[in-house]
């Protein structure tokens, strides 16, 4: 079981362009997140989905959208990239019925310059 | 507003026991989770508490103090892999996980 992947592993992206990253997983986890992770930071919740076909949004949701079409896939598309994007970001999924517990993918580390 | 603190960072010596303290402040509760994260990988589940008292997990248990808002994961027989920033995170009323900055755990042979 491949559990969460996420791609790209890395990207260096210029200002002003869009990306999506991609997040999946195969566990058939009801919750998707998206973190970002900075230097002396606590992981910040980008936005949520709860479960198929509803989102909402975290801590840090401005420059940021997602969807959530089925179970399994979660994009993030930075619609216009800023320098303050920079950052590692990690997708997760949980389980209501197992504590929540949170299970995260690899992270995807970008640039943007 | 809701708030995690943890220390920065500690050092211990293999062989050792360490303790790692956490205090939160969370609008509702809804659990203790403490996390291991290596440096450049991804965090992995260590510990979840919801009631107060120890729950011992091998070399690591962690403690909950729900009436203090206080909990601690205790690391024995400290092994150099086990050098990585341990995140503390706590669940509020909407079931979302505030996280700490994170303990950066360095050993010394």
């Known amino acids: 079981t491949a559990g969460i992947t996420q791609a790209p592993t890395s990207q260096i992206l210029a200002a002003g362009r869009s990306m999506t990253l991609r997040c999946t997983q195969d566990m058939r986890h009801n919750a998707m997140y998206w973190y970002r992770q900075d230097l002396g930071l606590g992981l910040r919740l980008i936005h949520y989905s709860n479960t198929a076909g509803t989102t909402g949004k975290g801590e840090v949701p401005d420059g940021y959208s997602v969807s959530r079409a089925n179970t399994d896939d979660f994009p993030l598309t930075l619609a216009s990239a800023v320098p303050s994007q920079t950052s590692v970001y990690f997708c997760a999924s949980s389980d209501s019925s197992e504590n929540n517990e949170q299970f995260f993918g690899p992270g995807t580390r970008l640039t943007v310059l | 507003g809701q708030n995690i603190d943890q220390p920065t960072e500690m050092t211990a010596t293999e062989g050792a026991i360490v303790q790692i303290n956490c205090t939160y402040q969370t609008s509702g509760f809804n659990g203790l989770f403490w996390y291991q994260q290596h440096a450049g990988e991804a965090p992995t589940f260590l510990s979840y508490?919801?009631l107060d008292g120890l729950e011992e997990k091998g070399r690591f248990s962690s403690f909950l103090s729900r009436s203090k808002g206080y909990s601690y994961l205790l690391l024995k027989e400290l092994q150099m892999k086990d050098s990585a920033s341990y995140l503390c995170?706590?669940?509020?009323?909407?079931?979302?996980?505030?996280w700490g900055a994170g303990t950066k755990l360095i050993i010394k042979p």
């Open positions: 508490n919801v």
């Open positions: 995170a706590a669940m509020d009323s909407n079931y979302q996980l505030i």
